[in-house]
């Protein structure tokens, strides 16, 4: 994943996983938005999807190498 960035390898396990918390929080609480009337905000829920499927690659790919890409 941090290739082009030159990050040395001992670092990339750390950046993985504060990545994970970020971009989990972001979908978590994109999806569980509510306003005062009880509907959903649909640029949320659109970040929200996004942060999602940058979660789960991340941690099927990097984390727990479940998937091969190429």
């Known amino acids: 994943m941090l290739e082009f960035l030159d990050i ?3 670092y990339e396990t750390i950046v ?3 990545f994970l918390g970020v ?3 972001i ?6 938005f509510r306003d005062e009337d009880g509907n959903s905000d649909w640029v949320r829920l659109l ?3 996004i942060a ?3 979660f789960f690659g991340v941690l099927f ?5 479940l998937v091969q890409v190429f």
Request: with cysteine; hydrophobic share 50%; charged share 10%.
């Open 16 to 18: 993985n996983y504060v």
């Open 27 to 32: 979908a978590w609480h994109g999806l569980r």
């Open 61 to 65: 790919q990097d984390v727990l190498g």
């Open 52 to 54: 999602a499927v940058f």
């Open 23 to 25: 971009t989990g929080f």
């Open 8 to 10: 040395p390898a001992e």
């Open 47 to 49: 970040f929200a999807c």
